[in-house]
Structures are given as structure tokens and as C-alpha cells.
């Protein structure tokens, strides 16, 4: 389940969203659309797996230097890589349809782009409380992203709030002065002080690490800011199902699109056939997919990959 937090980044609804469209195999074909079901891979098994190990680095060192958590990409660390804790699984879209470092990079021996209804997408996405959000490229618009949406403060007023150290300086080396100084009460009350704001700095804390390993998802290089990536986010503490990855099992989540997966079918899919030998007999045999009101087309990109 998604934390009691505000994600203002993250939207419900595909409403305000532009057409997006998902790259992938015959098999994801077949499996999202007689199967009825988005696949949504845990966030350490995507293509790129250092991607998260990146964007949970970056995040840890801009909350080290500018607000003085030394221990973020620890925690991050940990809590993102247990497997039956709340766990992080990503769906990805782009704004671009027939991209060609798209076809390259998800498609490598053939395969398609699809695009699904959007009030379908809303509709699951509300059902199964999943959200959608855009990734972020630029890094100065991802480190005001950790400053207004992740830790929610600015570093100064953390710093102010959170500051933990002596409960005062000596007052000096009068009589008078010592004799204060040996008064337990008032050191009591400023040692009670102390502990109250280092309980306050660690549950917030933990609250900037829970929403840092849930918006990191978002954080991509600036080098493929071409693919305009979207990315629909579960947060569930289920255990996921397993598929064959291409050199080891990968955790991912069934979601169903439609709510019931024997009456209800998918509609308004379009579907680009990606570069290949035979495109037309393959967007023949799409023809047959049990889609209401298809598009089914074939990809412009000159592009030999066979």
C-alpha cells in the first residue's frame, strides 16, 4: 500500500496524461492482451538495474549534503532490497510511438507497441491503487524534487528543526555560575528536550526514506530524456509471481486491466508491429486478438534487426 503521504508528482488518472505507449515482446504482447493483465516488474529486475541503484544513490547524496543524513543510502538500501517488505514495481510507458532507440533497446528480436484506453488505464489504476508519474531527466529538476517532495523542507529549516547537539555550554567559573550548573532539573528538562528532538529528526526521517525509495522510480539519466517515460508505480507487500528473465527469475505483479477477466475484454488498443522480416503477416495475425475496436498498423522506422 502507498504510505499516508502526499506524492503530488503521482496522479490516479490518466486524464491529464498525453497518449503513452508500452514496447514489448510477442510474449508481453500475448500476456497483456489475452491475458487482460499488465505486467509490473519489481524495480531491481528492470532492463536497466542499476538504473534504481542510481537514482537511490543520487537521492542519498543530495539529502547528505545539503540536509546532513548521513545514513540515507543505507536505509534506502536495505528496505528497497527485501523482497517481502513493501516493495516497488514499475510499469513503463513513453509519450513516443514508433521511437527508434525504443524498438532497439525493449524489442531486440521483434515486437511490438501498444496503446490502451485511457479511461481503461484510469479505471485499474483506481481499482488496484496504482498511480502514474513522469520521469525526471534534468538534475537540477530532480534535486528540487528532493527538496520540496521528499524531504518536503528546505535543508535550512530541517537543519533548525532537526539540530541535535549539547544540551548547552558551560555558564562559567563563578561560584555563582556552578552552583547553576549543578541545578539536575533544568539539565533534565533540556536532556528530556534533546531526546524528543532526536525521536522527532528519526521518525522523520524515515518518512523522507519511504517517500525517496517510491519517487526514485522517476529519476532516470538525462541521456534518455528522448523516450519521455512514464511510469505506472505499485506499491504492494505481497509476494510477486516469477518470471524467466534472460539470465535469471524476475519478481513482477499481475494486475489485471479489466474487472472481470472472463466477461470484460480490453478495447481501443492500438498496435504498431515493430521493424521485422514478415510485418504484414504479422499485423494480420494481430487481426485475431480478441480486442474490441483495435488499430493495428506497422512501424515506419527503417530498421533492419533480423
Same mark, same amino acid.
Given at each position: 500500500?502507498?504510505?499516508?503521504?502526499?506524492?503530488?508528482?503521482?496522479?490516479?488518472?490518466? #486524464?491529464?496524461?498525453?497518449?503513452?505507449?508500452?514496447?514489448?515482446?510477442? %510474449?508481453?504482447?500475448?500476456g497483456?492482451?489475452?491475458? $487482460?493483465?499488465?505486467?509490473?516488474t519489481?524495480?531491481?529486475?528492470?532492463?536497466?538495474?542499476?538504473?534504481?541503484?542510481?537514482?537511490?544513490?543520487?537521492?542519498?547524496?543530495? =539529502?547528505?549534503?545539503?540536509?546532513?543524513i548521513?545514513?540515507?543510502?543505507?536505509? =534506502?538500501?536495505?528496505?528497497?532490497?527485501?523482497?517481502? $517488505?513493501?516493495?516497488?514495481?514499475?510499469?513503463?510507458?513513453?509519450?513516443?510511438?514508433? =521511437?527508434?532507440? #525504443?524498438?532497439?533497446?525493449?524489442?531486440?528480436n521483434?515486437?511490438?507497441?501498444?496503446?490502451?484506453?485511457?479511461?481503461?488505464?484510469? #479505471?485499474?489504476?483506481?481499482?488496484?491503487?496504482?498511480?502514474?508519474?513522469?520521469?525526471?531527466?534534468?538534475?537540477?529538476?530532480? !534535486?528540487?524534487?528532493?527538496?520540496?517532495?521528499? %524531504?518536503?523542507?528546505?535543508?535550512?529549516q530541517?537543519?533548525?528543526?532537526?539540530?541535535?547537539?549539547?544540551? !548547552?555550554?558551560? !555558564?562559567?567559573?563563578?561560584?555563582?555560575?556552578?552552583?547553576?550548573? %549543578?541545578?539536575n532539573?533544568?539539565?533534565?528538562?533540556?536532556?528530556?528536550? #534533546?531526546?524528543? !528532538?532526536?525521536?522527532?529528526?528519526?521518525?522523520?526521517?524515515?518518512?523522507?526514506?519511504?517517500?525517496?525509495?517510491?519517487? %526514485?522510480?522517476?529519476?532516470?539519466?538525462?541521456?534518455?530524456?528522448?523516450?519521455?517515460?512514464?511510469?505506472?508505480?505499485?506499491?504492494?507487500?505481497?509476494?510477486p509471481? =516469477?518470471?524467466?528473465?534472460?539470465?535469471?527469475?524476475?519478481?513482477?505483479? $499481475?494486475?489485471?486491466?479489466?474487472?472481470?477477466?472472463?466477461?470484460?475484454?480490453?478495447?481501443?488498443?492500438?498496435?504498431?508491429?515493430?521493424?521485422?522480416?514478415?510485418?504484414?503477416?504479422?499485423?494480420?495475425?494481430?487481426?485475431?486478438?480478441?480486442?474490441?475496436?483495435?488499430?493495428?498498423?506497422?512501424?515506419?522506422?527503417?530498421?533492419r534487426?533480423?
Amino acid at each position: 500500500m502507498w504510505p499516508n503521504f502526499s506524492f503530488p508528482l503521482f496522479f490516479d488518472s490518466t #486524464q491529464e496524461v498525453p497518449p503513452l505507449y508500452h514496447y514489448t515482446s510477442q %510474449a508481453g504482447l500475448l500476456g497483456m492482451v489475452q491475458g $487482460k493483465h499488465l505486467w509490473l516488474t519489481h524495480i531491481h529486475y528492470m532492463n536497466d538495474s542499476s538504473e534504481y541503484d542510481d537514482a537511490i544513490e543520487f537521492i542519498s547524496k543530495v =539529502l547528505k549534503e545539503d540536509y546532513g543524513i548521513e545514513d540515507a543510502e543505507h536505509q =534506502l538500501t536495505y528496505e528497497t532490497q527485501e523482497l517481502d $517488505k513493501g516493495n516497488v514495481y514499475s510499469f513503463s510507458l513513453s509519450e513516443e510511438e514508433d =521511437l527508434l532507440s #525504443q524498438w532497439r533497446g525493449y524489442t531486440p528480436n521483434g515486437g511490438y507497441c501498444l496503446s490502451f484506453d485511457s479511461a481503461q488505464l484510469t #479505471q485499474m489504476m483506481q481499482s488496484q491503487g496504482l498511480r502514474i508519474g513522469k520521469c525526471l531527466y534534468d538534475e537540477k529538476e530532480k !534535486r528540487d524534487v528532493i527538496h520540496k517532495h521528499i %524531504a518536503g523542507i528546505p535543508p535550512e529549516q530541517y537543519k533548525s528543526s532537526y539540530h541535535i547537539g549539547p544540551s !548547552r555550554e558551560p !555558564r562559567g567559573d563563578t561560584p555563582e555560575e556552578k552552583a547553576l550548573d %549543578a541545578i539536575n532539573i533544568e539539565r533534565e528538562v533540556e536532556l528530556s528536550s #534533546q531526546h524528543k !528532538r532526536e525521536r522527532d529528526k528519526y521518525d522523520y526521517n524515515m518518512e523522507i526514506f519511504e517517500r525517496a525509495r517510491i519517487y %526514485a522510480p522517476l529519476f532516470k539519466h538525462e541521456k534518455f530524456s528522448e523516450e519521455k517515460e512514464w511510469r505506472i508505480i505499485a506499491v504492494k507487500r505481497e509476494l510477486p509471481e =516469477l518470471r524467466e528473465g534472460k539470465s535469471f527469475l524476475v519478481p513482477y505483479l $499481475k494486475i489485471p486491466i479489466v474487472e472481470d477477466l472472463k466477461k470484460d475484454a480490453l478495447h481501443k488498443v492500438k498496435i504498431i508491429v515493430g521493424p521485422g522480416p514478415h510485418m504484414e503477416l504479422a499485423r494480420r495475425a494481430c487481426e485475431l486478438l480478441d480486442i474490441l475496436s483495435k488499430d493495428i498498423t506497422i512501424s515506419k522506422i527503417p530498421f533492419r534487426n533480423w
